[in-house]
């Protein structure tokens, strides 16, 4: 059984297409995309609006009061389902740094979930990050990468880690990025206060992701690159930018689309009280005050994630002008390859579908089985 899709307009990221149609296959997938008239199907349905893939989200710690790192299973699947609510229909699971045991059962909870695909993987971040650019992370549970700490992650985690964030500078920390790149984990360089050099020796070692460029990292100065100017200018890493209003000035994310084409990703870094009334909340062991739906730590010295979703960044980019496609390829298509998956909405890729809304870009229709259906 094949089932048509069609819709005013389709944009991926290769292709904007108006008066577009999508055929799926019984299993959900993409059989055929294309605009005009379409081939036969044994069903047909028309969605009134914009169609894109699913947004997927590399870096998330959680929503409606559940942290990935210390809630239950059955809480992680609530916070995961509110992401999915807003368009997110892949999610990595971000645990953030905590005492060694505590961070060895949140991987081995949360695997679980990544079985069945609530979760699409798990990420790590912490502890291996720079005590100067800890941001909310505690100081005292920050340190140096070491090998039987390693293995112990990735025993418990058992294939679902996926992502590990970690400062290049600490000692020990270039064998562990090939460590982790030899096991198919996928390394980002972030809260660090690393050099150019030691950036570079990261990405030579096989770091290909940086974590919310710009923030937990010394700013660029022309005489010190750091981690932001190898990163805007070196092409084999993709860039994480949290486009929530707070993290970055739209100024910065316009110089990092013109600096870095064809690399930006947007993720959310949503904390536990993404979805939350405003009040106080922790993460990574860290007060957190959020007003306004601002997160900041209590004594007000950084911010402490966002209580955005990825359908908040990509209406920011749309509302400023930035291409259909682009917009794509910054909320679906770069993270999925970077996880190995299909590229979105191209033939053979799972048929995760979005509908929005062609004026402002809000998700109206989250949910795969209810456009095909």
Do not use: K
Request: aromatic share 2%; proline share 6%.
């Amino acid at each position: 059984m094949t089932t048509l899709v069609r819709a005013p307009r389709i944009v991926t990221a290769a292709h904007d297409l108006h008066d577009g149609w999508l055929v799926l296959g019984d299993d959900a997938t993409v059989l055929a995309v294309g605009a005009g008239t379409p081939p036969r199907a044994d069903s047909a349905v028309t969605v009134e609006g914009t169609v894109v893939p699913g947004f997927v989200d590399l870096h998330a710690h959680g929503a409606l009061g559940h942290d990935f790192a210390t809630c239950s299973a059955a809480d992680a699947r609530v916070a995961a389902a509110h992401h999915r609510s807003r368009g997110t229909t892949t999610l990595v699971a971000s645990i953030a740094t905590g005492r060694p045991d505590d961070t060895v059962a949140a991987l081995a909870r949360l695997r679980l979930l990544t079985s069945d695909g609530t979760l699409a993987g798990l990420h790590l971040e912490g502890p291996w990050l720079s005590p100067a650019r800890r941001g909310a992370h505690r100081v005292d549970l920050l340190h140096a990468p070491d090998p039987l700490e390693v293995d112990a992650y990735l025993t418990a985690a058992d294939g679902a880690l996926r992502v590990v964030t970690l400062a290049p500078e600490l000692p020990g920390a270039l064998g562990t990025v090939a460590r982790f790149v030899a096991a198919g984990v996928v390394v980002a360089i972030g809260h660090t206060d690393a050099t150019d050099e030691q950036t570079r020796r990261a990405i030579d070692a096989g770091a290909t992701l940086v974590t919310h460029l710009f923030n937990g990292m010394p700013p660029l100065h022309h005489r010190t690159p750091g981690p932001v100017g190898v990163a805007l200018t070196d092409d084999r890493v993709l860039l994480e930018c949290i486009v929530d209003g707070h993290h970055l000035d739209p100024t910065t994310i316009g110089l990092v689309q013109r600096i870095a084409p064809g690399r930006l990703v947007l993720v959310s870094d949503a904390m536990s009280a993404t979805g939350c009334p405003d009040g106080d909340h922790t993460i990574a062991g860290s007060a957190v005050s959020v007003r306004g739906g601002v997160a900041v730590l209590a004594d007000g010295s950084s911010l402490a994630g966002s209580t955005i979703t990825v359908a908040d960044a990509v209406r920011a980019l749309l509302t400023s002008g930035v291409a259909g496609p682009e917009v794509v390829a910054a909320s679906a298509t770069r993270a999925a390859r970077l996880l190995g998956r299909p590229a979105p909405l191209t033939v053979g890729a799972p048929a995760d579908l979005l509908v929005l809304d062609p004026d402002t870009g809000a998700v109206r229709n989250p949910l795969r089985t209810a456009v095909i259906s």
